[in-house]
């Protein structure tokens, strides 16, 4: 079968590799319809080797971490039903030796990469869903055991952003979503949003302090760092607890702020990775999770966000797309 394969120079090449089959237990193998390139792949070939539990490794090199697909056979302790279903895939939420990557024409992992797509729906809405959605699942858990009762959301119309809109409003937590103009707060308004703030209005810093009092929002999910995290931190209520995960502010931007803050306002900084979360590391969460997502998938909070779509041959030019603004580019085998 036809698959991109990543080199030793990590750079892609189009290849044939051997098809999987004969799926060992708790794996299942999918016919891959489409597969959205997230920036975290751009992100990964570009970085230094990481560990495996960061990027899991795949059978023939075979790159891809999200898609959607249709399941062609399924190992042992996989529910047979499963067979001719749909589901969204993020193969890097479970490691095995077994793993082919999504970006091939036909995909195999366990059944814990997977989250059944609701019939009727388009597998393509949601190729590249499962990576934003559990980010924002994982965070929320996270963030309900760290004793907040409400989160800030600081790149609210990203993909990442809109799902953790969609999941704060199914657990019951109120969500504070900071959009960059009114164009984008509109947006926020429309999907349900708690409370939303734009970064051009006059009166950003007072309405952040205002919105996160009145939501009690102390748990702050940062994806973009930089002078925005910056601006904000003054305006922060007592006891909030800042979670980077992403850095659309620029990943060498700064955060200044004065010591002070630390103390008088009793801050926290630190990292958030899915990966290193309860909700993937104990596999009862993570099970239970994909169960409730799924049945969340029919919300629009949750829809990949498509660009244009290109052939495996065609990946350095889906490559040059991603994040020009036209949604995430899409693969499809051929």
Known sequence: MRALCVTPERTLSVRDVPEPSDPPPEHLVLRVEAC?????????????????????????DVWGASGAGVVVAVGAGVPSDWLGRRVAVYRSLWPSEHTVGTWSTLAQMPMRCCALIPEGLDARDYCGSLVNVMTAYAFAKQAIADGHHGVVVTAGTSATGIALVGVARALGVPAVAVARDEAGRRKLRE???EESVAQSDAGFDAAVADAVE??????????????????????LAQGSTVYSYGYLGGHHVP???????????????RGFANFASPTVRDPQQLDAALVHIGELLRWPHFKTPLGRTFS??????????????????????G
Do not use: C, W
């Open 36 to 60: 959205a390139i997230n920036p975290g792949d751009k992100f990964f070939l570009s970085a230094p080797p990481l560990p495996l539990r960061a990027v899991p490794r795949s059978k023939h």
């Open 191 to 193: 999907l349900g949003a």
């Open 214 to 235: 009145r939501h009690h929002a102390t748990a702050i999910f940062d994806g973009v760092g930089g002078a925005l995290l910056t601006r904000m931190v003054p305006q």
């Open 255 to 269: 955060v200044q702020l004065p010591t002070t803050l630390l103390t008088t306002k009793r801050l926290t900084l």
């Open 312 to 333: 495996f041959t065609q990946i350095d030019d889906a490559m040059a797309t991603l994040g020009n603004g036209e949604g995430k580019p899409v693969l499809v085998p």
